[in-house]
């Protein structure tokens, strides 16, 4: 099974939900992070995929700057793989499971050609079993990002895995408390992750992830508990 992971947005929780569904896979996982931008800085998404969850990772692109990776690699005079290369070594691989995650949102732009992460999920989409996963925001904003990216998705095709929201607050508003059933009237709401959840270790990481994964509603568990 292939799972990529896309958000509504940049900072939204991404990596971290990507974690909690490399922890709970069940098999042979590997989380491939085909470009990684701001390696200058130290970012690493896959390195600390890697030490929440445990598991195998990759990163196949590196580009300095903390920018879109079309942008990154214009600036720094390199050329990138196009986004077909990525979706062919994604396919081929033999686990049981693979989490593809994304820069930015779905339509950021990929490589240099134009290529997104939605023509990747389709390109794989073409010859493998993918879902998607869309990681949203909590609060106020969230349902019409996550409807046009859903509807991009599905306008392709794409099947929908669900929803993750990124970050519950310790103390959510109303806005937070109304999107939480609002959301899922756009997809099926799968996950609910407490704001703060990266800073556990591995073992709390792990331990506490299933209990996120409840389907819907506030998470059972917060991270410092």
Same mark, same amino acid.
């Given at each position: ?24 896979? !069940? ?110 925001? !909590? ?67 792990? !331990? ?7 389907? !819907? ?9």
């Amino acid at each position: 099974m292939i799972t990529i992971v896309t958000g509504t947005t940049t900072g939204v929780g991404k990596t971290i939900a990507t974690a909690a569904l490399a922890a709970t896979a !069940a098999g042979s996982v590997l989380v491939v992070k085909p470009v990684q931008t701001g390696a200058a800085d130290g970012d690493s998404d896959a390195r600390e995929i890697a030490r929440l969850a445990g598991v195998d990772t990759v990163e196949w692109t590196t580009l300095d700057e903390p920018l879109a990776p079309d942008t990154a690699a214009r600036r720094q005079g390199v050329e990138i793989p196009g986004v077909a290369s990525y979706a062919a070594r994604i396919a081929a691989l033999p686990h049981d499971t693979v989490v593809v995650e994304g820069a930015g949102g779905l339509l950021v732009r990929l490589d240099t050609e134009g290529g997104t992460l939605l023509d990747l999920a389709s390109l794989v989409d073409d010859v493998a079993d993918v879902d998607v996963v869309v990681v949203v925001a !909590a609060g106020l904003g969230t349902l019409n990002h996550t409807e046009l990216t859903v509807d991009a998705l599905r306008a392709r095709g794409l099947t929908v895995r669900g929803l993750v929201i990124g970050a519950w607050p310790a103390e959510p508003g109303l806005a937070e408390r109304c999107n939480l059933q609002d959301l899922e009237r756009i997809a099926p709401l799968v996950a609910v992750i407490p704001d703060g959840a990266g800073a556990l270790d591995r073992d709390g990481f792990v !331990a506490a992830a299933p209990s996120w994964f409840s389907g !819907a509603g506030a998470p059972r568990r917060t991270a410092s508990s």
